[in-house]
DNA sequence: CGCCACTTTGAGTTTTATCAAAGATCGTGG
DNA sequence: CCACGATCTTTGATAAAACTCAAAGTGGCG
């Protein structure tokens, strides 16, 4: 895969808030948070399919929000596996950092990707005028952080065939989240080398369980379209619920 | 396990602070900072061994920081299996919730523990009377993510053998980080069953990875015990590079 | 048409889990 | 101080799950 030589567009304040509003954790935008979002030095840059955007070990300076496409995020290993740790998609951030400034997971396209780009000073800066802002960074790295925690009980207490399971119903429901039609058919550009990478499973398993997935009625992964057949059962399958995409730190009490 | 009748102890800002500022994230607490910590109604409470802190589906109103002892956060499933996710220690935060505000996974003393209990509201106040201190939370969950992607990672990657010398060597560098002397041969009051379920193995393959692990000359653990043997082979096996620990968003450009 | 990447299948092996039960260890009460 | 129970650790034998290697099938694209 070669490094993603981007695309730049013209700034867009508004589309970015836009994006924030529509966006799964809980975003209240008065003047104070409008204005300093106005301020962000935000960029939006376009990166062809199947090109790396961040790569492990690259200095970082922003954070990125998904506008649209599909990307994945992953630590490659010594031993020549990877694991895959998340689909970002539409509304989600990425482009983490350690202390020392540099990037500790790729991350890359998979479909032709549209991202804001943040500069973390301005980011910084738009906090301080705005301090409500850091509270949807807070519930968007702990939504992150819930999401991952489903990701690794998944990998760690679920059988292969109810791990696959699970994973198709969580793209699912972001997918739907992203206000794409049909949840129940939709269309996901993943190869069975990215299920099986996320999943700790090898391609080959991978397939069988999609295979036995079919052959139960269950749900149908072909040619980059998932068909839900039966979602109420292979929500029980998989005991599913979807409540961990909506976690929050200071949520509101109902 | 039974619920955890804690036991209130004075109101001690001074020592939030030390606590803070021992903290392995970048804490840079100046007047406005100090004087809205001050203005927590933060309270410390202590827990026998072996009870439960929150329960998973509990309320939430706070957030908790650990003062002294071992906990453990997990998750239950209904296969009746259950994903360790952290052993959080002294300066670790607990205590996320969903966004109508049910704690989404148990937390759990494994010897006597004592935590600050910072309500959220207040700490909401807090943050907004001195904006920096969203940083600080940003650095926290930020490090808690990168530890998480790790232990995925570490599940989804990793051999049984591997897997349990990555842990190892992990909660080696957390407890020196906490302070404690040796990082060669120290204190950790876990069981194998709890390793296991940590790692995502059988108590009794975990067992037997530990004792070839002993054989190897690698690593003891022993009457709750861990003692390195030879931490730059173990190192090498692991693939382990503690950078993780020392992730954060708006980290220093050295 | 042919190449390339991806999917699918088969056969055999390794890793890990399961079941069963015997040692340790530690705290507690007699 | 010893016996007892409870919990934790360790071992053995067997079964199931998942991986590896090899190769054939499929489909899209230049």
């Keep these: 895969m070669q490094r993603g030589n981007r695309h730049n567009v013209a700034p867009p304040t508004e589309a970015l808030v836009g994006l924030l509003e529509s966006s799964p954790i809980l975003a209240e935008l008065g003047t104070a ?13 376009q990166y062809p399919a199947d090109v790396i955007i961040i790569d492990q070990g690259e200095r970082i300076r922003s954070v990125h929000l998904v506008l649209s496409g599909w990307g994945c995020v992953y630590r490659d290993l010594a031993n020549g596996k990877r694991q895959i740790i998340d689909f970002p998609m539409r509304c989600d951030f990425v482009g983490l950092r350690t202390a020392d400034g540099y990037s500790y997971n ?74 794409s039609g ?39 992964f072909k040619s980059y379209k998932v068909e839900i057949l039966d979602r109420d059962r292979l929500i029980s399958i998989a005991e599913y619920d979807g409540e961990f995409m909506r976690m929050s730190v200071f949520g509101k009490d109902e």
């Design 182 to 220: 049909d949840p129940d058919s939709f269309y996901c550009p993943l190869t069975q080398y990215q299920l099986a990478d996320a999943l700790g499973l090898t391609p080959i398993h991978l397939n069988r369980m999609l295979r036995e997935l079919r052959e139960e009625g269950l749900v149908m």
């Design 33 to 45: 948070e409008l204005s300093a979002l106005a301020s962000l030095a935000v960029t939006e840059n």
């Design 106 to 179: 790729t991350i890359a396209s998979i479909t032709p990707m549209s991202l804001f780009e943040i500069p973390l000073p301005s980011l910084e800066r738009a906090i301080r005028q705005a301090p409500k802002l850091s509270f949807m960074l807070i519930e968007m790295l702990s939504r992150q952080r819930s999401m991952l925690i489903e990701h690794l009980t998944n990998v760690g207490c679920r059988s292969a065939f109810v791990r696959t399971a699970h994973l198709l119903l969580e793209l699912s429901d972001r997918v739907r989240a992203c206000g």
